[in-house]
């Protein structure tokens, strides 16, 4: 079975940093392209990050490009994303998921708030 | 960057009844490769998204063939013959065709 497992969430002042992590299992993690996705409070679904096989390709959106960072370790089947100078803006449930969209986690929740 | 105008942005059906939900592209979303990267999405209250019908009109492992998509170019379309309870939530369509990947704003599902 598929499973996504992200961790990492929580609270966070204006300007600071999080970083959030994503379990894989139940596949082959290295043969996926992956992919962080972000739901603000009552509000649609917005793309935020993607990166290649390998980690050697990443993509953004402009909305994040220079403050976030998504990374991988295929050895551990993990996925994170580095978030910095957060803004209230970036409050959102942030789901992992494969680029495909075909498999997604339960969600972390980050707050910006002071 | 591509947006995607979805509606109704609410629909109410009884169960057993057809609805249709429209999802209309600003730019055509054939791909210079032939395919059409549209993809539809249920997220159901309390739930994570979950992958409905990919590149346009096919349907992903396990999801109950009443739900159907079909169009091209700008204009797409998925149909759900018989609706029934489970189906509540929020569909959404989304676009990988151009950077950055975009979705619909959604259209929320009630069941009467």
């Known amino acids: 079975e598929v499973q996504l497992v992200e961790s990492g969430g929580g609270l966070v002042q204006p300007g600071r940093s999080l970083k959030l992590s994503c379990a894989a299992s139940g596949f082959t993690f290295s043969n996926y392209y992956m992919a962080w996705v972000r739901q603000a409070p009552k509000k649609g679904l917005e793309w935020v990050a993607t990166i290649s096989t390998s980690g050697s390709r990443t993509y953004y959106p402009d909305s994040v490009k220079g403050r976030f960072t998504i990374s991988r370790d295929n050895a551990k089947s993990s996925l994170y994303l580095q978030m910095n100078s957060l803004k209230s803006e970036d409050t959102a449930t942030y789901y992992c998921?494969?680029?495909?969209?075909?498999?997604w986690g339960q969600g972390a929740s980050v707050t910006v708030s002071s | 960057d591509v947006v995607l105008t979805q509606t109704p942005p609410t629909l109410s059906a009884t169960i057993g009844q057809s609805v249709s939900i429209s999802c209309r592209s600003s730019q055509s979303l054939l791909d210079s490769d032939g395919d059409t990267y549209l993809n539809w999405l249920l997220q159901r209250p309390g739930q994570s998204p979950q992958l409905l019908i990919y590149s346009v009109s096919n349907l992903e492992s396990g999801v109950p063939n009443r739900f159907s998509g079909s169009g091209s170019e700008t204009d797409f379309t998925l149909k759900i013959s018989g609706v029934e309870a489970e189906d509540l939530g929020v569909y959404y369509c989304?676009?990988?065709?151009?950077?950055?990947?975009?979705f619909g704003s959604g259209t929320k599902l009630e069941i009467k």
């Open positions: 989304m676009q990988a065709t151009h950077a950055p990947l975009t």
């Open positions: 998921a494969r680029h495909e969209m075909d498999a």
